[in-house]
């Protein structure tokens, strides 16, 4: 509803599309598929190492009732852990009372930056421990 948009912001704009329509839905969503399933065994297997922690995915585990994030629950420790993360450099979003939330995007991560969350976690985790 505006009479004149800004040019630049509409630069930005069609930019953006044209990455999405030269890499197609379908591949970006098929990346998300993956990024995401493994993130979730990332975590998954950070569980096992670490029961004491009490890590549990609160995301649906379906691939098709999810976007590209995994939703975390960690035993009271979620803030401290969190705030260990972003310290640590990983960006993640906390979203009040208790939750961590990971999101891995097709355009931008990589399955190397879900391998570098994994190898963070684990140091925190470890350090918790203590």
Do not use: W
Not at 12 to 17: F, H, I, Q, R, V
Not at 39 to 63: C, G, H, K, M, N
């Amino acid at each position: 509803q505006l009479s004149h948009v800004p040019i630049l912001g509409m630069s930005a704009m069609k930019a953006s599309l044209e990455v999405f329509a030269e890499v197609g839905m379908s591949a970006l969503r098929a990346k998300s598929e993956k990024l995401t399933g493994y993130l979730e065994y990332t975590i998954d297997q950070l569980a096992a190492e670490f029961p004491d922690a009490a890590i549990s995915v609160i995301t649906p585990r379906d691939p098709a009732e999810r976007g590209c994030q995994i939703s975390i629950d960690i035993a009271g420790r979620e803030r401290k852990l969190f705030d260990d993360m972003i310290a640590a450099g990983v960006i993640a979003d906390f979203r009040e009372p208790c939750i961590i939330r990971m999101a891995p995007v097709p355009l931008y991560n990589s399955f190397e930056d879900v391998f570098t969350f994994g190898e963070v976690m684990r140091k925190l985790l470890v350090q918790g421990e203590g």
